[in-house]
């Protein structure tokens, strides 16, 4: 689980803040990462005593925490909607946010999107002024090389990310890889958006632009609420 960047207490915080705008009877999507795994925990302790949800995984490492907490699934083709999404950000600015540390983007931004409300949380360490983290795409695997030389005539420099416990590339959930492009400072998201999107090969992008209802930042002594 990535836990780079804020402290603990300050990710519990905002995690354990979001949870509390869920109510019963609600269905969750339930984010990916160190931060949502904070508010998946306060959830299932909710759970435990007496609240009524369904949460909808975003990855395999959060229905496995899901499970561990006690907290009922079930899945997009068996609601009507989404009441709430609860998942992190590798870094925001205003309301767009950059998301894909833990190759789960294309997952999280199915049921994000679906939610009637989105909110974030994050550490103060995730925010910036312009987005200039890594946007990382997650492609088909016949497509590594050709969505690599577009991404560089878009003028950003693509990686193909490594496993850091075995031999060969990051594997997503979907059974795709994940190349991280580095833009710098990127100027116009939503520019930059939809020109990702457009390249063949390209399952789906890292950056979140506009989708942010809340962002929940927490720090060692609290929380601030910033609303899009």
């Known amino acids: 689980m990535k836990t780079t960047g804020g402290s603990d207490e300050a990710k519990r915080n905002a995690g354990e803040n ?4 869920v109510e019963d009877g609600m269905v969750v999507g339930l984010g990916t990462g160190s931060t949502a795994a904070y508010a998946t925990r306060a959830l299932g302790r909710m759970v435990d005593a007496g609240l009524d949800i369904r949460g909808i995984p975003t990855s395999f ?9 006690g907290i009922p699934l079930t899945d997009l083709d068996s609601v009507e909607t989404v009441d709430v999404a609860i998942d992190g950000a590798d870094q925001f600015a205003g309301g767009d946010l950059i998301k894909g540390g833990g190759g789960a983007h294309a997952r999280e931004k199915i049921v994000d999107g679906a939610a009637e409300r989105f909110l974030v949380v994050a550490d103060p360490s995730k925010a910036d002024e ?9 492609v088909l695997p016949a497509a590594r090389t050709t969505v690599a030389d577009e991404v560089r005539r878009l003028g950003g420099e693509p990686s193909l990310r490594e496993a850091a416990h075995k031999d060969g590339p990051v594997v997503t959930d979907n059974g795709n890889l994940v190349i991280d492009c580095e833009f710098g400072a990127i100027d116009s998201p939503a520019e930059l958006a939809c020109e990702l999107s457009a390249l063949p090969g390209v399952v789906e992008h890292g950056l979140f632009v506009g989708m942010a209802d ?13 609303r899009s």
């Open 18 to 21: 979001a949870a509390e705008a």
């Open 61 to 69: 490492q959060s229905r496995q925490l899901a499970q561990e907490e």
């Open 130 to 138: 312009r987005l200039t983290h890594p946007v990382p795409l997650e």
């Open 214 to 226: 809340e962002i929940h930042v927490g720090t060692d002594d609290g929380v601030e609420v910033r």
